[in-house]
Nanobody, 123 residues
Framework: QVQLVESGGGLVQTGGSLRLSCAASGRSFSSTAMGWFRQAPGKEREFVAAIGWTGGIYYEDSVKGRFTTSRDNAKNTVYLQMNSLKPEDTAVYYC?????????????????WGQGTQVTVSS
């Protein structure tokens, strides 16, 4: 069992920055792949970024060059640094976790999810 708690969301103006955190507990974090998804009102949840426990990192095309994900295994925490934010980045952001990076990237059934944190970018 894995528990995930996101934090760091909020309201920011276009062009601003936010850093989301996702704290994990309940299993060996260093051997867990972590991911970020987001869901805007009226839209399906979509992949944003993922980081494996062996170092692989993936981003959705629209966030490449603006968002950076990283992990601190000593703190059991994964981060999503979001720069140059746009109104279309407004969504609830969720982190997820699994041993498999492939399963994290697609949000497969059975991966663990956090409760989400709201990010609102004003124009």
């Amino acid at each position: 069992q894995v528990q995930l708690v996101e934090s760091g969301g909020g309201l920011v103006q276009t062009g601003g920055s936010l850093r989301l955190s996702c704290a994990a507990s309940g299993r060996s974090f260093s051997s867990t792949a972590m991911g970020w998804f987001r869901q805007a009102p009226g839209k399906e949840r979509e992949f944003v970024a993922a980081i494996g426990w062996t170092g692989g990192i993936y981003y959705e095309d629209s966030v490449k060059g603006r968002f950076t994900t990283s992990r601190d295994n000593a703190k059991n925490t994964v981060y999503l640094q979001m720069n140059s934010l746009k109104p279309e980045d407004t969504a609830v952001y969720y982190c997820n976790a699994d041993r498999s990076l492939a399963r994290v990237r697609v949000g497969a059934a059975g991966v663990y999810w956090g409760q989400g944190t709201q990010v609102t970018v004003s124009s």
